[in-house]
C-alpha cells in the first residue's frame, strides 16, 4: 500500500516540516547539478559504519566528522524513487506529529531519529564500508510517532498494481504503518542472511533503527491534548 493522503487536520500552523521538505528537495536539485562529480559528493558526506563504530569504541576524533556526515547525510538521496517517496511519507504524517510536539521540539526529534538510523546501521553492518545516505530513518520515527498518536486516523491509500492503482480507499494509520514497518523487519533480516543482494542497496536497518528511537522518544516529546481532530478509520469505513 502507497499512502497518498490522511484525513487528519492539524490544530496549528506547522512549517518545520515544510522547511524539511524544501530542504530535501533542494539538495536534491543540487545533487542533480553535480553530474559525474555525486558520487565523490556521496563518497564524502555519506555515513560508514566502520566510522562509527570507531566513535563508539573510544575515537574520539571521529565525533565531528560522524556527526556532521550523520546531519547532511539525512537530507541526501540516491534517485527519484527515494527522495519521492520519502517526501510522500514526510507531508503526509509529519505535520501532525509536529503539531503536537511542537516546531522545536518536532525539529529535535527528526534530528535524534536519525542519527538512531545510523545507529542501528553500523550495528547490523559494522565493516560495511558503504556510504549510506538519505532521510528514511528519520522519516521512520516520524512514522513511529504518528502511530502512537493517531493509531485509528484514516489514511488513503492506492496498491501499486496496474489498472487497481487507478483506485483509492481508506485504511487506519495503524494498519498502514505496521503493514510497512513488516516490509523494513523482513528486508532488515535478509540483511543478515545470504538474501542480503535482494535488498537492492537500502539501508533497512536504519529505517527499523529510526522507527525504534521514534517509539521510545515519543514517550518524551509528545504533549497532552484534547480528543485528536481527526475523524476515525470508522467513520469513513461507514460513508
Not at 545516505?133 to 528519520?138: E, F, M, P, V
Not at 502512537?148 to 498494481?161: D, F, G, N, Q, T
Request: aromatic share 16%.
Amino acid at each position: 500500500m502507497i499512502p497518498i493522503g490522511d484525513r487528519n487536520p492539524t490544530r496549528n500552523f506547522v512549517f518545520i516540516n515544510y522547511v524539511l521538505l524544501l530542504a530535501n528537495i533542494a539538495v536534491f536539485v543540487y545533487e542533480l547539478q553535480l553530474g559525474g562529480r555525486l558520487d565523490t559528493f556521496i563518497e564524502r558526506w555519506g555515513v560508514r559504519s566502520p566510522e562509527v563504530i570507531a566513535l563508539l569504541g573510544g575515537q574520539l576524533s571521529m565525533l565531528q566528522p560522524v556527526l556532521l556526515k550523520s546531519l547532511v547525510s539525512m537530507f541526501l538521496h540516491g534517485g527519484w524513487l527515494h527522495i519521492i517517496f520519502n517526501m510522500l511519507f514526510l507531508w503526509i504524517f509529519g505535520d501532525n506529529v509536529e503539531d503536537n510536539f511542537g516546531s522545536f521540539g518536532y525539529l529535535i526529534f527528526y534530528v535524534l531519529c536519525g542519527f538512531g538510523a545510523v545507529l542501528a546501521q553500523a550495528f547490523l553492518t559494522p565493516s560495511a564500508d558503504i556510504p549510506s545516505i538519505g532521510a528514511s530513518g528519520a522519516i521512520s520515527g516520524v512514522l513511529a510517532a504518528y502511530l502512537l498518536l493517531y493509531p485509528r486516523a484514516s489514511v488513503r491509500a492506492i496498491l501499486p498494481i496496474p489498472i487497481l492503482f487507478l483506485f483509492s480507499f481508506f485504511v487506519p494509520a495503524w494498519l498502514m504503518i505496521i503493514v510497512w514497518f513488516g516490509g523494513q523487519l523482513l528486508n532488515g533480516y535478509a540483511v543478515l542472511t545470504n538474501a542480503a543482494e535482494m535488498t537492492g542497496g537500502v539501508a533497512y536497518g536504519a529505517h527499523v533503527g529510526g522507527f525504534v528511537a521514534g517509539l521510545i522518544l515519543t514517550f518524551f516529546f509528545r504533549r497532552s491534548q484534547r480528543a485528536p481532530r481527526y475523524e476515525s478509520y470508522q467513520y469513513y469505513r461507514q460513508r
